[in-house]
């Protein structure tokens, strides 16, 4: 089993920048692919950042150049930094992870607005 809880969203204007964290915690080791999803009410979730154990990186051409997803294989936490916030960037985000089956977190929200 793997547990995963994020932290970090928030309120924030067009322009600013937010971190999301998400701890892992359980069956899980820097093998495992871990990333970043997003939804909107009405829409299917969607890729946002994902990140192999070896470090592979592959983003959604709409936060490319602006987001960063990164992990501390360590402390088994993954990170999203959100650089140049947009309102459509607007969702409640999720943490996945992978290990022999799918894993998905609570959710935080992140709302971008003035």
């Known amino acids: 089993q793997v547990q995963l809880v994020e932290s970090g969203g928030g309120l924030v204007q067009p322009g600013g920048s937010l971190r999301l964290s998400c701890a892992a915690s359980?069956?899980?080791?820097?093998?495992?692919?871990m990333g970043w999803y997003r939804q909107v009410p009405g829409k299917e979730r969607e890729l946002v950042a994902i990140?192999?154990?070896?470090?592979?990186?592959v983003y959604a051409d709409s936060v490319k150049g602006r987001f960063t997803i990164s992990r501390d294989n360590v402390k088994n936490i993954l990170y999203l930094q959100m650089n140049s916030l947009k309102p459509d960037d607007t969702a409640n985000y999720f943490c996945?992870?992978?290990?022999?089956?799918?894993?998905w977190g609570q959710g935080t929200q992140v709302t971008v607005s003035s």
């Open positions: 359980g069956s899980i080791n820097n093998l495992n692919t």
């Open positions: 996945y992870a992978f290990n022999l089956r799918d894993y």
């Open positions: 990140i192999s154990g070896g470090g592979d990186r």
